[in-house]
């Protein structure tokens, strides 16, 4: 294998820098040239690419968002468009692609992979979503974001006695809403993996008022409901007053953590090796503090399971 | 004078603790006894209040939100209620209190004045809407949380080529949008002080575009209009689809930044000085690096005067 | 069991204030009480302890160092000592005791075990060198403070073109330095687990010369050498010139990142879990993403195992 | 004026880069071309330069460091050095120099005024040591980064009751010191412009463990000595153990800060307008929040002041 082509895709995640990087350098040991891919899907059908060079990644290990852009395309579910884009790396000659995003992007990577072009995907995505990997890159960083968010409304929170509801992202998976509601101490926590309940979350409050509470945090995934419709609930079904917060797209961005950097790099280094391993549909995680890679269709087939443990723990230590 | 009394009053501002610190602090320097009132003027009506010892204010010079509890009180423009907390602290020997709060809270204490009992305002807002002093307590860290939001965002915004509106607070005053308009290279600034027109919004989108700006991020003051109603303005007017941010509660929260610690322990110290010096009706502030008092009624007759210049260049170094 | 006790040993950790939490409210669930003990043995054994109620852990998720203060107390090793502590134990009702601190606070547990009092170990050290856990308590947050660090550094350096040598901490374990070097993008890291050559340390830098890269950073943990030192050898073998920076205590204070929130407060309840269900001497640890127990005897019998495939990682990666 | 020339030099300081874009887009509504030169002097004399344009300087705001690369180049000194410089100068046909930097910076461009070319000097340094103007680009990031390692030191000190010494940056100016003193509540404060005294930092101590102060910090200018030798000196006099951290250059790194992103900016406009209005050998500065220009022999003529007053607040505040 003498040329490959990374790409990131679907919606950015702090993280994917440092994977490119790694990407590139791991290449550059195995005499391998590594071709950027723009905008994801987009740019490698229309052929936006560029040469990469060890030092085209310097100093770019602690930068958020991706040096190579990214892009959301469906078009590319379209046979003839996915044929362009073979069509379109065997001429630059690259022999194989690694994808760095979401379990959304590893469609794509499966498309190709199926007209015989070999393909690795990389998790990088803030929901922790991705069938087959204990974590993906981006999650730490947006944990990190999150509870920074909460411990500022804290200080606003305990100086008035108040009551406050915050939404953090999350459309399927409520691995973030979760560890943040751990590790920020909230009162309740509300996920997609677990029925919702008003009088559940009413009663938390109330508990947590006998009991002398004198302010309350209430995490809420986007994907249950938004942070207002919440907040109608508990005053139309208990008279309770709230402030909502919606932490937003701030949750995509910034400086990727430590553990977010250290993953990345092993991803990236490992995918250079899976392709020239002469692996194909090939997914990378972590399990047990190893780098794996499974079958990539894995990854959107099952679905993810969150750590339903913690849940009961958010529950217990929050009253 | 042998005791005086300290509270804090509407919203909260990370300095607060900072400023109570060196009340107590510079009291003990002059022999004078402390008095800390909870829940601002509710807590002095209702007689909540502790003595506070220089032990007692250790390592709280870094906290956000306020070691004495605030509240909004309407009823203290009550005569009779305000006489109850003449009464209260007359019986509890206090000779003077220092109010930590912004312009509204300036009010109670300018009526207790009136009434004959010695006042001396603090300004804490993160609003800096304080006539008289060029600074308030609490202005800096929210600056700096809200240019570290952007910052993020800026991430996702350059990775997707997006279009984003970041609303933050500011109802009358539009120093937190424009400062940080500034600071984080926002390509418009929409504040109350200056008259907002859609065109002109719409032709600086426009104009980046041209110039092959990548990614654009608009800043608006709540106070002008929610960031929804922009993107519906811009959708509406132009076909410009955007991505609205609302930065909400977090910016009042935070450990203080070293500008706000510093100006809160200077504030603190000064507010003392001149209750001992017989001063009352008084509101401390920053002129010209100075720390300097004034009449409490300058502070809410006057209206606070935003920088001009400062827009200007926004709007120069965002072309 | 009615009533445990918790205390914090050794070092301080960024999280020991969230287990402590964790370990009063998981009990509170459970109908125990809990004693927190201050300064660690040597509270234990001067009877310096309090009841903690639900209310007292609150607010204190956040925040870093140890509510409970901790000590180095070398007298503990005597066998009086101990008996001594035990009975204050027994006299105040406690029937279990948990102990938050590294292998060496490990140690005294164990001591206690064997004299028929049960206990169960935490882990909390920035030094992640805690045999039979994949992590420890507070080697999260230290990660991200050194590199926080060094990205700083990298600004001086990029801007310089200069040659930095971090000191980071680590007296017989290497995985902070390690895990900043591939975090940071080190030029070459340092650590116990491998042996020092000089020679490779200067092929590294001369490398990097050669393939223009205009700066370096080189992380030694300072149980190989000090910077100083490091720093010494580089301009005596090849006249390199370099800058020493020794991050010092800073890397064990902060507040807590989400990981080590979320440990923190696994571990402190299934520590509780673990006295509960009657067993003694027993370590916690997080294994493959599940909390375990095992023998506290293994904790300081067996050598902590370093990540070896990550160290050529982070020598591949910088090239 | 068509063309003018922009180049940081000496020590960089955060808020470099928005000084840089500052200058390019004020320059560009001016219809002015800009230069920009790489490695300070050196690259002047070299004739290292590149055009910069409105593009270059985007999404620079934020980053630490100056993208034109900073250089000590005591060869400046020379006359010849400096013709070979304005000849290079007026052959690419710049008509004007803006040098950002320390007053050492000044000097070179004084020089070269001298001989006829303009040039205009902007004040950045972290420290804040410039005569002539309140405030320097970097050092209110700079306060920061000190105050947020104390923050993390204080942690530790507090949780084992130890006495810190902290060494921070300032050879002839105790500024940084001072101000993070405050800011940090530190014990006792030690700088240039107050003569040192051991028994008064001894005093201090035992005055802070009689009144039961658990820990304490003590910050060192370390142009008044190293936290080494002031720690000696305690051991020595009074037998006091202390630890020590030295800070190092971490101090000039980072995002810069609200304050700098917005002084940086107001002042790269100015420069440019000062030039374009025909004025030379002018330092811009701010006093009494207005921006102004004064002569450049001010500012390496007259000592720099510090607030003294500042230094008794933080004696007296941290009784």
């Known amino acids: 294998m003498?040329?490959?082509?990374?790409?990131?895709?679907?919606?950015?995640a702090p993280g994917m820098n440092a994977a490119i990087r790694a990407v590139v350098r791991k290449a550059k040991v195995l005499n391998i040239?590594?071709?950027?891919?723009?905008?994801?899907?987009?740019?490698?059908?229309?052929?936006?690419?560029?040469t990469l060079q060890v030092g085209d990644v310097g100093s770019i290990i602690q930068r958020g968002g991706t040096k190579l852009y990214s892009a959301r395309y469906p078009d590319f579910k379209q046979s003839d468009v996915q044929d362009q884009a073979i069509a379109n790396m065997r001429?630059?000659?690259?022999?194989?692609l690694i994808v760095i995003g979401?379990?959304?992007?590893?469609?794509g990577a499966m498309d190709l992979v199926k007209k015989g072009f070999p393909c690795i995907g990389i998790p990088a995505t803030i929901d922790n979503d991705v069938p087959g990997t204990q974590y993906t890159i981006g999650f730490d960083t947006a944990l990190n974001t999150v509870i920074d968010a909460v411990d500022k409304i804290r200080d606003t929170a305990t100086s008035h006695e108040n009551l406050f509801i915050v939404e953090v992202m999350g459309r399927d998976a409520g691995d973030l809403a979760l560890y943040a509601g751990v590790a920020a101490g909230a009162g309740a926590v509300i996920i997609p993996e677990v029925d919702f309940c008003i009088e559940d979350v009413i009663a938390r409050i109330k508990r947590g008022e006998y009991r002398g509470k004198m302010y309350n945090i209430i995490i809420v995934a986007e994907g249950v409901m938004s942070g207002t419709e919440l907040a109608r609930l508990l005053k139309e079904n208990a008279g309770i007053t709230t402030r909502?917060?919606?932490?937003?797209?701030?949750?995509?961005?910034?400086?990727?953590?430590?553990?977010?950097?250290?993953?990345?790099?092993?991803?990236?280094?490992?995918?250079?090796?899976?392709?020239v391993a002469g692996k194909k549909g090939r997914a990378i995680g972590v399990r047990n503090h190893e780098i794996v890679d499974y079958d990539l269709t894995e990854a959107f087939k099952k679905e993810h399971a969150t750590n339903l443990a913690l849940y009961t723990l958010a529950t217990e230590l929050s009253i």
């Open 33 to 50: 040239e590594v071709i950027g891919i723009y905008y994801g899907y987009q740019g490698l059908v229309e052929g936006q690419m560029t």
């Open 2 to 12: 003498k040329k490959i082509a990374v790409l990131t895709s679907g919606g950015d």
């Open 244 to 275: 909502v917060s919606v932490l937003g797209h701030m949750q995509r961005g910034g400086s990727p953590t430590g553990r977010d950097r250290v993953l990345a790099s092993q991803f990236g280094a490992y995918a250079v090796e899976a392709l």
């Open 102 to 107: 979401g379990d959304g992007s590893y469609r």
């Open 91 to 96: 001429e630059a000659g690259i022999e194989g």
